[in-house]
């Protein structure tokens, strides 16, 4: 089975040993009005609207299985070896947050992607299920699409004899399901994306964007991994900045895929989570003021600041529920500043004890497990130096998935006793190890950030 998560980081490796990147494009896109208009130009030089008071949360990557699809059979226990989800307790750990997050009496709550294993409708159908005791409670809720989501052929119902394909869902059939989670409420829409925008508290406006890229994938075989806007989706985006500004409503925004790179290297060496053309949307963001962009994919808890001379843009990425480390964020907008606390999952009703321990377990091999066979069976390693570079990788995706990493120091690359080969790799992988440990900004889980100065502090 070649999962998603393999393919991004079997094309890392190979990218990384051709010295390819696959961010931007030379030619123009897209032709930014923010950029060549005027009357935009001096619109934007005018003071930016201050935010309203808002609170709210956020939850990602919420991976949602339906075990009636079952959990028994060499396939299915397959599939999790060649993955990182704690899929069986998926239910268990979504109803835990929902039970948290009716408690919080939080103005909204947005889902940033990825509500399904793999786009069953059955999953999505479930997840709507959850979500609508959140509103019954009070708490609206926005959701938008991540790449597992729609037109999904690796949507599949396993049992003893192997695994077989089931319904998902296409677009149209998308929104229909979570019709009441933003669609319906929306002030706009986009034509040519599940692309939408909601005003959740007066003055300021979300934009929830579609960045999911999945019309072809039954035709291929596999669901994309990556994101892109149409140039006709950029100039509905810009469209409905444009006047935003000009009605003086603040902004925010949510998408799956990130919109800045998390680590230094990120966009070379695992292009498909961000954005295609991620430094060209940033910095139109930033340009209409747009300070925060509420992301997921990566399953990291991490936040990333762009800054472009005067203008900036965060993105602050959730990790995943079914993977290490599950949490949500709640976030509270007074006097221009957010702050943002984040809650982890620390027990669910069949892991009273010790689930910490045992997300990251089971983070830990399925990582581990993915990179020691593709170094064995796509770079002719020998099992031994695969397992020690694989261990090295791994334990660095689990500092950054933890968010707040920080080595306790001595040697981050170990090379002793590798062969020929494992050195070759672990030189290329030598940019993701450093990348994932070194977080040169500032706090991943509990912050400030100042949106008129876009300056950012950590708090307990």
């Avoid at 075989?221 to 006709?232: I, W, Y």
């Avoid at 910095?283 to 209409?288: H, N, T």
């Avoid at 907008?333 to 702050?339: F, K, S, W």
Wanted: hydrophobic content about 40%; proline content about 4%.
């Amino acid at each position: 089975m070649n999962t998603n998560w393999q393919r991004a980081m079997k094309a890392g490796v190979v990218l990384a040993m051709l010295g390819v990147t696959l961010v931007g494009c030379p030619e123009a896109y897209y032709v930014y009005r923010y950029q060549t208009e005027g009357e935009v130009v001096a619109l934007l030089e005018q003071a930016p609207p201050a935010y309203p008071d808002a609170h709210f949360v956020t939850v990602s990557d919420i991976h949602l299985y339906d075990t009636d699809l079952g959990t028994q059979g060499d396939a299915f226990q397959d599939y999790l070896a060649h993955d990182r989800k704690m899929l069986e307790q998926s239910e268990e750990i979504l109803a835990t947050v929902i039970e948290d997050v009716q408690g919080i009496g939080a103005d909204f709550m947005i889902v940033s992607g990825d509500l399904t294993k793999d786009g069953e409708a059955v999953n999505h159908t479930l997840a709507a299920q959850y979500l609508a005791t959140v509103e019954a409670a009070g708490t609206p809720v926005f959701v938008v699409p991540g790449n597992h989501d729609i037109n999904n052929p690796d949507a599949k119902r396993f049992s003893v004899e192997g695994a077989t394909p089931v319904a998902t869902v296409t677009a149209e059939e998308f929104r229909t399901i979570y019709a009441a989670f933003g669609f319906d409420e929306a002030l706009y829409e986009d034509a040519g994306s599940l692309s939408y925008v909601v005003e959740p508290v007066a003055g300021l406006w979300l934009l929830c964007l579609d960045s999911t890229d999945s019309a072809a994938n039954i035709e291929q075989g596999f669901p994309n991994v990556g994101g892109a806007f149409s140039p006709a989706t950029l100039a509905w985006i810009e469209a409905r900045l444009i006047e935003a500004n000009e009605s003086g409503k603040a902004i925010i925004a949510t998408m799956h895929h990130g919109v800045v790179p998390h680590w230094n290297g990120q966009e070379k060496f695992h292009p498909e989570y961000v954005v295609n053309h991620y430094d060209d949307i940033a910095r139109m963001l930033a340009a209409y003021h747009v300070r925060c962009v509420f992301t997921g994919h990566y399953h990291s808890l991490d936040a990333a600041k762009a800054a472009y001379d005067a203008d900036f843009v965060f993105d602050v990425e959730t990790s995943s529920l079914v993977t290490y480390r599950p949490t949500y964020r709640e976030i509270r907008i007074a006097d221009n500043l957010a702050r943002v606390r984040t809650h982890p999952v620390t027990a669910i009703p069949s892991i009273p004890t010790g689930f910490v321990d045992y997300a990251r377990g089971v983070t830990y091999e399925g990582v581990y497990g993915i990179a020691v066979e593709t170094l064995i069976n796509d770079y002719g390693v020998p099992e031994e130096d695969a397992e020690t570079v694989a261990a090295q990788v791994t334990r660095a995706f689990i500092a950054h998935y933890g968010g707040d990493e920080s080595h306790a120091g001595g040697t981050i690359i170990d090379r002793r006793g590798i062969g020929a080969m494992g050195q070759v790799v672990l030189t290329v992988q030598r940019y993701v190890i450093e990348g994932l440990w070194t977080d040169s900004e500032c706090a991943d889980t509990n912050f400030v950030i100042d949106f008129a100065t876009g300056d950012w502090y950590g708090i307990q």
